[in-house]
């Protein structure tokens, strides 16, 4: 399972901000792909090449509705070749359900479900309310790393990121403590 999110990191210099984005494992906290992008880059532009660093199977996607574009759908059925996975990602307010496809056929499932449900049902039934690994893995990189890049350019901002990243993967390696919902 893969989520995929961007949260905002900024630069102690320049005070110019950052979209560092992450996919990560939702069983394990492992972060496979990374990515750092300048605050104007679309959020969604940014899938593909996480996609393509990803080298294990992907059974399941989940990100946030700015990810709700063709393209993020088209990425995903071109990684997963021959595979259908489960995509989490909550259609716009105004979504309307497109000619079948195979890559908008996850979206229309979404936006039926979401529809007889209701939005909140459907973050619970579907599964996406467990999207919380990658909030906790962005609240373990800005508690243990810093929210702030030391670096000035984006080119050494960006191998910043990744080392950060191979830091948390190490500590996670690690041991990580359990958790347990409360019933």
């Not at 990810?67 to 071109?78: L, Q, R």
């Not at 259609?91 to 195979?102: D, E, G, L, M, V």
């Not at 309310?129 to 962005?138: A, G, L, Q, V």
């Not at 990580?176 to 919902?181: F, G, H, K, T, V």
Request: proline share 5%; net charge positive.
């Amino acid at each position: 399972m893969v989520h995929e999110c961007a949260h905002v990191v900024h630069t102690e210099k320049t005070r110019d901000w950052r979209k560092i984005h992450v996919a990560v494992d939702a069983l394990t906290g492992e972060v496979l792909a990374c990515d750092l992008t300048s605050k104007r880059a679309r959020d969604a532009s940014r899938v593909p090449s996480l996609l393509a660093e990803v080298v294990r199977p992907v059974s399941s996607f989940a990100a946030d509705s700015a990810y709700d574009t063709s393209g993020v759908y088209e990425a995903i059925e071109y990684h997963c070749v021959g595979r259908s996975p489960r995509v989490l990602i909550p259609p716009k307010r105004n979504a309307q359900i497109r000619p079948k496809s195979p890559t908008v056929r996850e979206r229309n499932r979404n936006i039926r479900s979401r529809r007889r449900l209701g939005t909140r049902a459907w973050y619970t039934k579907s599964g996406y309310s467990r999207r919380n690994r990658i909030e906790t893995t962005f609240f373990r990189y800005k508690r243990i790393i810093g929210p702030a890049m030391r670096s000035r350019r984006l080119a050494t901002q960006r191998v910043e990121a990744r080392l950060g990243v191979m830091i948390l993967n190490r500590m996670a390696a690690l041991g990580m403590p359990d958790s347990y919902l409360a019933s």
